[in-house]
C-alpha cells in the first residue's frame, strides 16, 4: 500500500484489515518516513504496520505482553540477530507497529480530534517506542518521547495514556 516515492528511501508497508473509508495511508506512510528519517534509521529499512480491530490487538496483546486487553497501539521491533543467521543478506527491518483502528475511533472522539490525527499519533508514539524510547520508565522519559512526538506531530494538546 506504499509506494517508494512516498516512503523516502524505506520500505514501509501498512495493511489495514479492516475497512475504513476515512483513513488514508499515503499520508502516514510519509509521516512514517518522516520520523524514521529523523530518527537516524538507516535508508532502506522496512517497517510493517497493520491496522485492525480490537480483537486481533487483544489477542497479540495477551500473546506477546500477557495482558488480555485491546489497547491502542503496539510496537514490535526487530530482534532478530543477523550474525546468529549465517550468510543473512535482507534489508535491516526496524519492527512492526500495530494500531487498534476502533480504538483510535474511540480516542480521537475523546479528544475531540479527527482520526487521521489520532492515527497519526499512534503510528508515531509506535516507531518511537522501536527506537527506544519509553514512557512507563519515569516522568523524564516520558517528557523526553513527548517531546519527540511533538517534532513530528506538533503539540497535540492532551495526550491519553497507552497500553502498549
Given at each position: 500500500?506504499?509506494s517508494?516515492?512516498?516512503?523516502a ?19 502516514l506512510v ?12 538507516p ?11 480490537d ?27 543477523e550474525?546468529?543467521?549465517?550468510g ?25 480530534h479527527?482520526?487521521?490525527?489520532e492515527?497519526s ?19 523524564e ?11 513530528y506531530?506538533g503539540d ?9
Amino acid at each position: 500500500m506504499s509506494s517508494p516515492d512516498d516512503a523516502a528511501g524505506f520500505d514501509i508497508s501498512i495493511e489495514l484489515t479492516v475497512a475504513s473509508p476515512r483513513l488514508d495511508v499515503g499520508p502516514l506512510v510519509r509521516l512514517a518516513a518522516e520520523v524514521m528519517a529523523g530518527e537516524e534509521v538507516p535508508p532502506g529499512t522496512s517497517l510493517a504496520v497493520l491496522v485492525t480491530d480490537d480483537d486481533e490487538i487483544r489477542a497479540m496483546n495477551r500473546q506477546f505482553l500477557g495482558i488480555d486487553e485491546p489497547t491502542d497501539v503496539l510496537a514490535f521491533p526487530d530482534e532478530s540477530d543477523e550474525e546468529f543467521i549465517s550468510g543473512y543478506e535482507g534489508p535491516p527491518h526496524l519492527g512492526d507497529v500495530a494500531i487498534s483502528l476502533p480504538t483510535a475511533v474511540r480516542q480521537a472522539a475523546e479528544a475531540g480530534h479527527g482520526l487521521e490525527r489520532e492515527v497519526s499519533h499512534l503510528l508515531v508514539h509506535g516507531i518511537l517506542h522501536l527506537r527506544g524510547y519509553d514512557h512507563v520508565t519515569g516522568p523524564e522519559d516520558e517528557a523526553r518521547m513527548r517531546t519527540r512526538e511533538e517534532r513530528y506531530l506538533g503539540d497535540l494538546g492532551e495526550l491519553h495514556g497507552h497500553g502498549d
